[in-house]
Nanobody, 120 residues
Framework: QVQLVESGGGLVQPGGSLRLSCSASGSIFSINTMGWYRQAPGKQRELVATITSGGSQNYADSVKGRFTISRANARNTVYLQMNSLKPEDTAVYYC??????????????WGQGTQVTVSS
């Protein structure tokens, strides 16, 4: 079992920045990929960014160039630095951990989510 704890969500103005963090505990020796997914009201959960234990990164086209994912293996923590935030970034952001190197909006282990609201 893997447990994920998220933090860093909140209210930010358009063009602002926010940093999310996710700490993993439990059977983390089996985890090879961690990432972030988001779900806006009335929409399906979608990929934001993922990173493997080897440092390989994958981003959704909608956040490329604005968001950066990083992983601190010694601390079992993954970060999502979000810059140039837009109102359409408003969503609940979920941390994910999985044993494989593929990404999907389902499967693996999930955190409880943290709300990000971009509004003036």
């Amino acid at each position: 079992q893997v447990q994920l704890v998220e933090s860093g969500g909140g209210l930010v103005q358009p063009g602002g920045s926010l940093r999310l963090s996710c700490s993993a505990s439990g059977s983390i020796f089996s985890i090879n990929t961690m990432g972030w997914y988001r779900q806006a009201p009335g929409k399906q959960r979608e990929l934001v960014a993922t990173i493997t234990s080897g440092g390989s990164q994958n981003y959704a086209d909608s956040v490329k160039g604005r968001f950066t994912i990083s992983r601190a293996n010694a601390r079992n923590t993954v970060y999502l630095q979000m810059n140039s935030l837009k109102p359409e970034d408003t969503a609940v952001y979920y941390c994910n951990a999985r044993e494989g190197t593929e990404w999907s909006p389902v499967g693996g282990y999930w955190g409880q989510g943290t709300q990000v609201t971009v509004s003036s």
